[in-house]
């Protein structure tokens, strides 16, 4: 039984094969301005990883911001339920699943039965997502794994109180120019973003293992900063970036 | 008027006139002696030679019909002796007491009056005063006729029904000492003034002749005692007027009978349910009461709401806006005195 | 409300004073000017100690008229049984007398020795019936003669007392009995 | 006579800001777009009238009075034989034109009323009843007194029974002495008796169409539901009623045959060009099946009780009505409002509840906290979801209401 599960995201567009539940082929591609033909590419690629032709899969489940415009789709699904099918597939057990996506960060409970018990989406404001870390990564001239780098070595993060990410550029820039240390600033960031979501965590149940899963996942000093701000041991799946294309797949 | 009103003037109307001109209209039902006899109610009348007996010739201002009722017996409702051609009942239950008690009748002929009087206000608690009674009735009508004149209602405090009810049971005491103090013997030549106090001053015994036509005998001044008696049945039928006048319903905290009754409603067979989700505070039913009470605007829990000056008229019942949300059981078993709106039937279907 | 207590406290006391009244009729005799009425009044037990505690009214003008009591009988506590009572009237004035016989009652008017005038008999409580079958209220005699089994009678003790448990256990478990459908 | 809020300085706000070209707001005919969608052909009217409402001319016999919330007797209007209009409005376009006039971070009801009084809209309207209900409403009274004459009504915050009924009959009572001596009709209790028993006839044919909704959602839809209730603002109530028949009578014999999960939307109104939260709702595959809103349910479902039918027990039977049993949460409401959501939900059996927050309306929001504990507590879905007029976040929108319905069937099953 093959699957192909596709996470048409606003920054990034996953595609994922799989057989009998577990991943045999993975690929991603920059979902820019025709998502369209970067899901047919980022399909095929996979594919080709896989070795098998279009014909073999049985079933398409498109996700995403994009899922009603991949046309070559037999089921669409939103992309909360899908992470949540992933998570209680790999956790199987109780827990509140953070994705910080592109364009919003999600926070998901589910109970002991995979059942979605509530879900809190901050998608109106770009602070604290993935779009946001880029802005300020191009500010301090790397990438957002440059940045991830930059705020380990950081010895007294900068408080940054600008909420809104416009503001907050604005506020970066003036920071550098009174030559404040780049790994404070970055770690300063990190601390803005992990108490916003720190706060829409605490809406959940306490008691429950967190699971950190998105775009965001991939950054170790993200996942520093969370756990010391809201003091709970975040769990990363491996290919956290995936999960969501995963859990498509898994649900029909 | 909604579908619990209308069978309920219904019963109070037919209430009044069984009660008021059962004499008439059950002439020939009138127990004869012998009947009486066999009857499981023994025949309590006064001692052989007691003062009482000559008072009580035709018109005299005990017994201005002269004729006896229908059935002998005392139901817990305000019905009289003064009710004309004798009437259905004999008299209220206050009556029976200190009747009794000026007479010293022994307890074992009392049993069997008091444990029917105890089963009805077991079975219907209250409900006597507010469907049964032909004294309420009558208030009810003036209390219509001020709505049709446009007179707007005088709400009375909490407070002030807490002082009526008590004044009602310092009556009350009154008149039961007055008539075991007029039974000893040494003090029995003031039978002839002090028999049955409280019905002297009842506001019923002006009223229920009126029903029949016949002259109440309103004043009575020949000794100091007698025009007392009557001035204070003015004094207190004048408080009944206005009180049924101004504000609904405000004689029944203080009607004696009515209170008696009010002790076996909490645990009486109409139970009335409130099922507090459904609740939106929307005052309905405490500004509808004709007793003022608020109780079931104020519980928060799923309870029954039944209180000691409940008449149980379901008024706060009908009114409620909030399908389901006050409802009352008879013994558990919900019953409906009204027909379903259509609107109803609908949502009977979608459950 | 506490006035209207008040009221009827105050009613209530007018009581403490109680009199009682036996009207007098007679017939007037054809002759005119003075006159006496004499006759024996009976008095209920225990309502009059002596014989000033009686006196005479005219009703009309509710004025005591001179009178002469003799005490004849007693009640074995003490109390006036009958008593014969003289007083002057006159054939002019048609008037309606009254005895008033109570503790609160002053005779003022007394007179000892008749003068020689014809005496008119009168009866007393407007019964009309001759002086001999003046029915006597002696007052409640606590007899009870049985005409029923009495047994019958005590069982309805058990009814009631159980209706008694029943109303009180109910009022008790007011909460409980709420069951919600 | 009500004092006029900003004597000295009328001038001075209606020179500056003197009318604007006329907003032309073509919204409105994209919104008439709806009308294929109903399939009962009784409801052409309704749709018609809603042309008509905005060619309003002053018609020399009968005067409108605006008012804006359900705590506004209309009995009372009606019975001085004045023609009431609701003007709650949750147009686009008009807070657009609202944004000249005050700054931007404003309840956007307020901006598109202010735009509407200052590009004179409303003109044929005599006199505007302003509630002091929530605090931009109070501020709103101020705002319109240059342009219109205004009543302000102000039943406090406290809706308990109990402690205000007289402060709220004086309050009414006060109201009604106002419109009788201001329009000369001596209205009196035969008056105020007809009034009440045309919004009673009202009440009980809007609960046979609640009820009817809840049994089939499907054949009077959330559109036409909703496209009735606005015409219910300025549509005289006779009219209204008849129509509102023929729609039921038309509907009765129809059977639903959607499977969908229905859906309660509670929370701020629903009001007709603002129908984004419906449509959104229809491609998520959610049928609404009942509301509880201030301008739909809270309005129409409680009938005016009289028991004391003198004029002064009238008005009294009417403040019960309007305020101690109106579900504003202006008001101390919150405990009524959770009773009536979990109420409604498990006696017709409903699947979610939506919850839809006005953006910048903080009276709604600070609510849901407390609600969505409770509802978690009562195993009942519920979605609360913050929008605004404008049409940018229907993405947003959908993918929360598509996980709301996974979440619904996955918990179905």
């Known amino acids: ?230 003091n709970r041991k975040l769990e990363i799946p491996e290919y956290p970036q995936f999960l969501v294309a995963f859990g498509s797949a898994l649900t029909f | 008027m909604n579908k619990i009103s209308i069978s309920r003037r219904i019963v109070q109307v037919i209430c009044l006139i069984l009660l008021v001109y059962g004499g008439y209209i059950f002439k020939d039902w009138k127990q004869s002696a012998e009947a009486q006899k ?258 079931m605007y104020e519980i928060d829990k799923d309870t029954i709401y039944n209180q000691t000056g409940c008449i149980m008229c379901m008024r706060c019942i009908e009114v409620c806006p909030r399908k389901g949300c006050l409802s009352v059981k008879f013994f558990g078993k919900k019953f409906f005195l009204r027909r379903k709106t259509d609107a109803e039937k609908v949502s009977q279907q979608v459950q | 409300m506490k006035k209207f207590i008040f009221l009827l406290f105050l009613c209530g006391c007018s009581f403490l004073f109680c009199s009682e009244k036996i009207d007098i009729s007679f017939e007037y005799p054809d002759i005119n000017g003075d006159f006496y009425v004499s006759g024996t009044a009976f008095f209920p037990p225990s309502s009059v100690f002596s014989s000033d505690h009686i006196l005479v009214m005219d009703m009309a003008t509710k004025k005591e008229v001179p009178s002469k009591i003799t005490v004849s009988e007693k009640w074995p506590d003490g109390s006036i049984l009958s008593a014969e009572i003289i007083f002057p009237a006159n054939t002019s004035k048609k008037i309606h007398y009254a005895i008033f016989y109570g503790n609160e009652i002053k005779r003022s008017k007394i007179f000892s020795e008749p003068a020689v005038l014809p005496t008119v008999d009168f009866f007393t409580g407007g019964t009309g019936r001759t002086a001999e079958n003046i029915d006597v209220n002696v007052g409640q005699i606590n007899v009870r003669v049985d005409k029923s089994i009495s047994i019958r009678y005590w069982w309805y003790v058990l009814p009631l007392l159980v209706l008694i448990f029943l109303t009180v256990y109910r009022s008790l478990t007011i909460n409980r009995r709420h069951k919600s459908e | ?145 240059p342009v219109k004459e205004i009543y302000f009504l102000d039943p406090g915050r406290n809706s308990d029974y109990l402690d205000n009924v007289d402060k709220w009959t004086a309050l009414y009572t006060k109201f009604f002495e106002f419109l009788k001596q201001k329009f000369q009709c001596n209205a009196g209790r035969k008056q105020l008796l007809n009034a009440c028993k045309l919004t009673n006839k009202r009440t009980e044919i809007f609960k046979k169409i609640y009820e009817l909704r809840i049994k089939s959602p499907d054949v009077i839809n959330a559109f036409d539901y909703y496209v009735m209730i606005y015409v219910s603002f300025f549509m005289d109530i006779e009219q209204w009623n008849n129509m509102a028949e023929k729609v039921y009578d038309e509907a009765k014999e129809k059977h639903s045959l959607s499977k969908k999960p229905k859906i309660l939307l509670a929370g701020s109104p629903v009001i007709f060009p603002n129908f984004k939260i419906l449509d959104v709702l229809q491609q998520a595959e959610l049928e609404i099946s009942s509301d509880i809103q201030c301008t739909s349910f809270g309005r129409f479902y409680n009938p005016v009780v009289i028991d004391e039918d003198t004029e002064s027990g009238i008005i009294r039977a009417l403040t019960l009505k309007n305020i101690a049993g109106s579900i504003c949460p202006c008001l101390l409401n919150l405990e009524k409002m959770v009773n009536l959501i979990i109420d409604t939900v498990n006696q017709y059996k409903l699947d979610g509840v939506v919850y839809y927050n006005l953006r910048l309306c903080q009276v709604f929001e600070t609510q849901t906290t407390v609600i969505r504990q409770v509802l978690k507590e009562n195993k009942i879905p519920f979605l609360s979801v913050k929008s605004d007029f404008g049409k940018e976040d229907i993405g947003q929108l959908k993918t929360r209401f598509e996980a709301f319905r996974e979440i619904i069937q996955s918990g179905k099953e």
């Open chain 2, 38 to 295: 066999q009857s499981i109610f023994p025949s309590l009348n006064a001692p052989e030679g007691s003062i009482s007996t000559t008072k009580f010739e035709k018109g005299s201002i005990l017994w201005p019909s002269g004729a006896t009722p229908v059935i002998e017996n005392y139901p817990p409702t305000l019905v009289c002796r003064f009710n004309p051609n004798g009437g259905m009942f004999k008299a209220c239950i206050l009556h029976f007491f200190s009747e009794n008690l000026t007479w010293r009748t022994s307890i074992k002929y009392l049993l069997p009056y008091i444990t029917l009087f105890v089963l009805l206000c077991f079975l219907f608690g209250r409900a006597w005063c507010g469907w049964v009674c032909p004294i309420g009735t009558v208030g009810d009508f003036l209390t219509f006729l001020r709505r049709k004149m446009n007179i707007p209602v005088k709400r009375f405090p909490a407070n002030f029904r807490m002082n009526l009810s008590f004044t009602g049971y310092v009556l009350m005491v009154i008149a039961l000492t007055i008539s075991t103090l007029i039974g000893m013997p040494n003090l029995a030549r003031y039978q002839c003034y002090w028999f049955l106090p409280y019905c002297q001053i009842c506001p019923a015994r002006l009223i229920c002749p009126m029903f029949g036509l016949i002259k109440p005998n309103w004043k009575d001044f020949s000794t100091g005692i007698t025009t007392t008696f009557t001035i204070l049945a003015w004094i207190v039928l004048g408080f009944f007027i206005a009180a049924f006048y101004w504000g609904r319903r405000v004689w029944c905290h203080m009607c004696p009978v009515g209170l008696i009754n009010s002790w076996f409603n909490k645990g009486c067979g109409i139970e009335l349910h409130k099922k507090a989700v459904k609740c939106i505070k929307c005052g309905y039913c405490a500004d509808v009461c004709p007793m003022g009470l608020t109780k």
């Open chain 1, 1 to 230: 039984m093959l699957k192909a599960g596709i996470d048409i995201g606003s920054v990034m567009t996953k595609c994922v094969i799989v057989r009998d539940e577990t991943v045999i082929a993975r690929a991603i591609g920059r979902s820019g301005t025709m998502p369209e033909i970067i899901a047919e590419k980022v399909l095929k690629e996979a594919l080709s990883q896989a070795e098998l032709d279009y014909s073999d899969l049985d079933k398409i489940v498109s996700t995403g911001y994009g899922r009603h415009i991949f046309s070559k789709a037999h089921f669409t699904i939103t992309e909360i339920s899908a992470v949540a099918k992933a998570v209680f597939h790999i956790m199987k057990t109780g827990c509140l699943i953070i994705d910080v996506g592109g364009q919003d960060t999600k926070t998901i409970e589910i109970d002991g039965s995979g059942e979605i018990v509530d879900f809190l989406m901050n998608d109106k404001c770009a602070a604290g997502t993935g779009r946001f870390l880029e802005m300020m990564a191009g500010v301090l001239e790397t990438d957002i794994y440059g940045l991830g780098k930059l705020a380990l070595q950081a010895d007294k993060p900068v408080l940054l109180n600008a909420t809104c990410s416009v503001f907050a550029e604005s506020e970066v820039v003036s920071l550098i120019a009174h030559n404040e240390k780049k790994e404070n600033i970055a770690a300063g960031l990190f601390n803005a973003i992990a108490s916003r979501i720190a706060t829409m965590m605490a809406h959940f149940n306490k008691n429950v293992p967190v699971v950190f899963c998105g775009g965001g996942a991939n950054i170790p000093a993200l996942k520093n900063s969370i756990e010391k701000i809201s």
């Open chain 4, 1 to 145: 006579m009500q004092k006029k809020f900003l004597n000295k300085y009328n001038e001075i706000i209606l020179k500056n800001l003197s009318s604007k070209k006329p907003f032309l707001n073509d919204e409105f005919e994209q919104a008439l777009k709806y009308r294929l969608k109903s399939g009962l052909s009784s409801m052409d009217d309704f749709y018609k009238a809603i042309e008509s409402n905005f060619r309003i001319e002053k018609t020399q016999k009968d005067r409108y009075i605006g008012y804006f919330c359900s705590i506004v007797p209309e009995e009372l209007l009606i019975a001085c034989c004045l023609k009431p209009v609701r003007l709650c409005c949750e147009e686009y376009a008009w807070t657009n034109a609202g944004e000249e006039i005050l700054p931007g971070d404003i309840c956007p009801v307020i901006k598109s009323i202010c735009g509407k009084f200052y590009n004179n809209v409303y003109d044929y309207l005599d006199l505007v009843i302003v509630p002091g209900t929530c605090d931009p409403k109070t501020k709103l009274a101020e705002l319109l007194s």
